[in-house]
Nanobody, 126 residues
Framework: QVQLVESGGGSVQAGGSLRLSCALSGRTDRMDSMGWFRQASGKEREGVTAIDHDGRTTYADSVKGRFTVSKDNAKNILYLQMNSLKPEDTAMYYC????????????????????WGQGTQVTVSS
């Protein structure tokens, strides 16, 4: 079992920045990829970014160049630095972890199986 608790969401104006954090506990050593997905009201779930054990990352095209995922292995915390935020980034953001998948594979299935947290809301106003 893996537990994930997100924090750091909030409201920001377009062009601003936020950093989300995800505290992980439990059998995180058995997870091969971790990352973030989001879901806006009335829209499909979207994988945002993933990072694997070796630090390889992948990003959705919609956030490339603006978002950066990182992890502090000593503290078991996953981060999502979000810059140049746009109103279309408004969504509930979830931290997720998958076993047996590469970062690229995990990005497409976050939220459908594996583990995820309760989410943190990000609202970007124009």
């Amino acid at each position: 079992q893996v537990q994930l608790v997100e924090s750091g969401g909030g409201s920001v104006q377009a062009g601003g920045s936020l950093r989300l954090s995800c505290a992980l506990s439990g059998r995180t050593d058995r997870m091969d990829s971790m990352g973030w997905f989001r879901q806006a009201s009335g829209k499909e779930r979207e994988g945002v970014t993933a990072i694997d054990h070796d630090g390889r990352t992948t990003y959705a095209d919609s956030v490339k160049g603006r978002f950066t995922v990182s992890k502090d292995n000593a503290k078991n915390i996953l981060y999502l630095q979000m810059n140049s935020l746009k109103p279309e980034d408004t969504a509930m953001y979830y931290c997720a972890a998958e076993r047996g998948l590469t970062a690229t594979q995990a990005l497409h299935v976050f939220g459908s199986h594996g583990y995820w947290g309760q989410g943190t809301q990000v609202t970007v106003s124009s």
